[in-house]
């Protein structure tokens, strides 16, 4: 039977029908021996693609890969995070030493000697009297002593000053700060960068110390082995005007700035106090 698509054989090829089935194993016609669709001897399709017409491979499932953590930044916030709880810690812990009574923050300092505890007649102050005194403990930290005060406003003396001048300043809320005259150049330096210029302090040698270095306030001593000693700042802080008996106003100026150890009883004479 022959088939004639309208149009010519342009369009469409002629198909004439034997009605003859193709052989088993044989392509149909137009089909081509070995492509894709054909069956293997086992029937089964060969190249045949998942959900084509048989089983596919199942999807490999991907490996996660384990990343180490970054310890870096890590690292640095805690570094970051310490620093800052040290700093706010050591802030609030200043806070509350400088809170504390003076005389508190002055027993606290390692190696200080209290003599307002150990020796009270000592330390009753307003006791004038000319000429030289005899000290039970040298250098001095109270007792009796000159009219004239010694000049205390950060003042740096070169040589020994007369004792009995120098407890006058004390009583005012002086810190008087003394060395070994073989104290290195180099310590002493150090030492009268603190004092010089610094109202009720001052500075001077003094013969005879037990230690190179020796600090007084009326009533207290602390004696240290060198200038870089952490404990003469906190003496300084704690005790200059707070142990003054005679308060605030206590005058440190218009006092005697000769220097030797005898005391001047021709100086003009300073109000009393």
Not at 128 to 149: E, F
Not at 234 to 263: D, M, R, Y
Request: net charge positive.
């Amino acid at each position: 039977m022959s088939i004639s698509t309208p149009g010519g054989p342009e369009r469409r090829p002629t198909v004439v029908s034997t009605g003859k089935k193709p052989a088993a194993g044989r392509p149909a016609a137009g089909g081509k021996a070995g492509s894709g669709s054909a069956k293997t001897g086992s029937g089964k399709p060969t190249g045949s693609r998942p959900g084509a017409g048989g089983k596919g491979r199942k999807p490999i499932t991907p490996v996660k890969v384990s990343q180490g953590r970054s310890w870096g930044p890590i690292a640095l916030f805690v570094a970051v995070g310490v620093l800052a709880v040290s700093i706010i810690g050591y802030g609030a812990w200043a806070t509350f030493q400088g809170s504390k009574p003076w005389e508190d923050r002055a027993d606290a300092i390692e190696g200080i000697v209290n003599f307002r505890e150990k020796d009270k007649d000592l330390v009753s102050g307003g006791n004038h009297q000319t000429g030289p005194v005899t000290y039970t403990v040298l250098p001095p930290v109270a007792g009796p002593h000159n009219a004239a005060w010694q000049n205390c406003m950060g003042d740096v003396y070169p040589a020994q000053i007369a004792n009995e001048h120098a407890v006058h300043s004390l009583e005012h809320g002086t810190v008087w700060i003394t060395y070994r005259p073989d104290l290195p150049a180099d310590q002493v330096t150090k030492l009268a960068e603190k004092v010089r210029g610094k109202e009720k302090l001052m500075l001077s040698p003094f013969e005879g110390l037990d230690k190179p270095i020796s600090l007084q306030a009326w009533g207290y001593q602390l004696k240290v082995d060198n200038a870089d000693d952490a404990r003469i700042d906190e003496f300084v802080k704690a005790l200059k005007v707070n142990a003054s008996v005679e308060g605030p106003t206590a005058l440190c100026s218009q006092g005697i700035t000769a220097t030797g150890t005898t005391p001047r009883d021709d100086a003009p004479q300073m109000p009393q106090g």
